[in-house]
């Protein structure tokens, strides 16, 4: 069995990216770095009681050392995406950022110049950081596995310390499931309007924990078991809870089981009620609007309300290609994504072949307004999030969203020596969609991206108008990776900046969520050796 996760909290590393000058937002350009400076560029390696400290002189240079062009950050038009009362700000309160789950921030993210990477372990082994959330007075939480091992941590946002500690059950390694396809045991929590933690955890009850400053640990406010509630399979296969969020009106949890469970949970009484789509799996998050729950399987999308007995009920379904077979990185025959909401739309992938496509739906009734297939025939799918806005523009409401195609991705593969990412087909599209001077819809393509990322979550910084997705190069002479936050503009498409982090497994990253701090100069992510932090100081 692993060790406790604060048995090593003293252990990080910490890389310096020299500051040049400090890119303030939406002022000056970055500035690009001299031909010269980088071919003389050179590392130098300081062992340190608390770690390595690497000092690395390509700052403002992508991954392969050229200079990046002159840009200027600017932000992104959009609508912003209304506030859930019974959650946290928006930003900080799931890993999918706010209840309409759009992967955007209205904060800055780091930027190379003068950046600072801070890896720090949790454990001795291997050991990650899934969902990362932060209460009001700035503090992280997150959840922290480590081979069968899941705890809450609160954690210093500076010092990246563990203030507590809240042990969670272990993982059933005789599951199926165990360990690369297994997305529940608190892999997504939410935070609620009262800094609590709203949880599900492996042995299917919805926790809800909270901090407490005066005893100075966490506590348990509410337990809620669910194990008379889901499917019920034959050994050692298992169905999981997977998710928990408040309703808009704070008098349910909406909730979903691995295995097709869509339920409500009455906060006041505990009573609970469910339908099942038989059938169907449910791997992803799904997303809470005012007018009920959206929740994506690898069959359909179904948008579901709560009628006057509490009960949850089916408004409308959309089936869509299911495609012929699994495709590599996807957990099963169907689409990968988080139902993405906004404006009076949901966006969603389906796994239709020889290309998946990108499908837009109405609200209010599921119906396709537009579609479009993306990437090369044979080589597409998601398992992904597809991080989105909607603007006003001169004829109605215009989407975007990005789509990572995560094609060849093989997550057994990610302790051998070449890893997950052999057959990766990579690149990332945004895709985009205007009405016409009549009002009808069209999807386009904007630009393509050649940029191959480790299937992170990506996130739009709607502040300086940047995608965040985190690159990697094989280094073949020591048979490893190099890895780099990468910024591309989000109205170009193009490489802004990669900056190193570090290679090697500890930097590994295979589907963690990016998250942005709310200090507007962070950005955070787990790895196979707990966090990576990159900020500029």
């Not at 941590?153 to 005789?174: C, G, I, K, M």
Request: with cysteine.
């Amino acid at each position: 069995m692993a060790p406790s996760p604060t048995r090593t909290q003293d252990e990080s590393t910490q890389q310096h990216l020299p500051r040049q000058r400090r890119l303030p937002m939406h002022r000056p350009a970055v500035t690009r770095i001299p031909l010269s400076r980088r071919v003389i560029a050179s590392f130098a390696v300081v062992a340190c009681a608390a770690g390595t400290v690497t000092v690395i002189t390509t700052s403002g240079c992508d991954q392969n050392g050229a200079p990046v062009p002159e840009w200027v950050p600017r932000p992104v038009d959009h609508i912003p995406y209304p506030q859930h009362p019974f959650l946290s700000p928006n930003g900080t309160n799931n890993m999918h950022d706010d209840a309409y789950m759009s992967d955007t921030y209205e904060v800055s993210g780091p930027l190379p110049d003068g950046a600072e990477v801070t890896l720090k372990k949790f454990a001795d082994n291997i050991n990650t950081c899934v969902t990362i959330t932060f209460d009001r007075q700035g503090r992280m939480l997150t959840t922290n596995v480590s081979i069968l091992d899941v705890s809450l941590l609160l954690l210093d946002p500076e010092t990246l310390d563990v203030l507590a500690t809240y042990p969670l059950p272990p993982r059933d390694p005789s599951d199926p499931l165990f360990p690369y396809n297994d997305t529940s045991g608190a892999t997504y929590f939410v935070m609620d309007n009262l800094d609590r933690v709203i949880l599900t955890d492996s042995n299917n009850a919805i926790q809800v924990v909270a901090y407490s400053d005066d005893k100075n640990a966490f506590e348990l406010v509410q337990r809620y078991d669910l194990s008379d509630v889901v499917v019920p399979m034959d050994a050692p296969a298992r169905d999981h809870v997977q998710m928990a969020i408040p309703d808009w009106k704070g008098q349910y949890l909406w909730f979903t089981t691995r295995y097709g469970v869509v339920g409500t949970l009455c906060i006041a009484s505990g009573n609970v009620q469910s339908t099942v789509l038989a059938g169907e799996e449910i791997e992803n998050s799904f997303a809470v609007a005012e007018d009920g729950a959206y929740i994506l399987t690898d069959h359909a999308m179904y948008r579901f309300e709560v009628n006057g007995d509490g009960a949850p009920v089916q408004v409308w379904a959309h089936p869509y290609d299911r495609g012929s077979h699994v495709k590599p990185s996807n957990f099963n025959q169907g689409s990968g994504t988080t139902p993405q909401i906004f404006g009076d739309l949901v966006a969603i992938s389906n796994n239709a072949d020889p290309r998946m496509d990108i499908l837009f739906l109405k609200r209010s009734t599921g119906e396709t307004v537009s579609s479009i297939p993306v990437f090369d025939d044979g080589r597409s799918t998601t398992e992904n999030a597809l991080p989105g806005l909607v603007r006003e523009g001169p004829n109605g409401k215009e989407y975007s969203v990005i789509v990572d195609n995560n094609y060849g991705i093989e997550r057994n593969k990610l302790l051998t020596t070449e890893g997950c990412w052999t057959d990766h087909a990579g690149t990332l599209v945004r895709i985009d969609l205007v009405p016409d001077a009549r009002g009808d819809y069209h999807a386009t393509q904007v630009w393509r991206s050649p940029e191959k990322s480790s299937q992170l979550l990506p996130k739009i910084s709607l502040t300086d108008g940047i995608l965040y997705v985190y690159t990697y190069k094989w280094l073949t002479d020591e048979e490893t990776y190099d890895w780099y936050l990468t910024g591309i503009d989000f109205f170009t498409g193009k490489t802004l900046f990669s900056i190193p982090t570090g290679k090697g497994l500890d930097y590994t990253n295979f589907g963690q969520p990016l998250i942005l701090g709310p200090d507007g100069h962070t950005a955070y992510l787990g790895t196979m050796a707990g966090l990576v932090r990159v900020r500029n100081p």
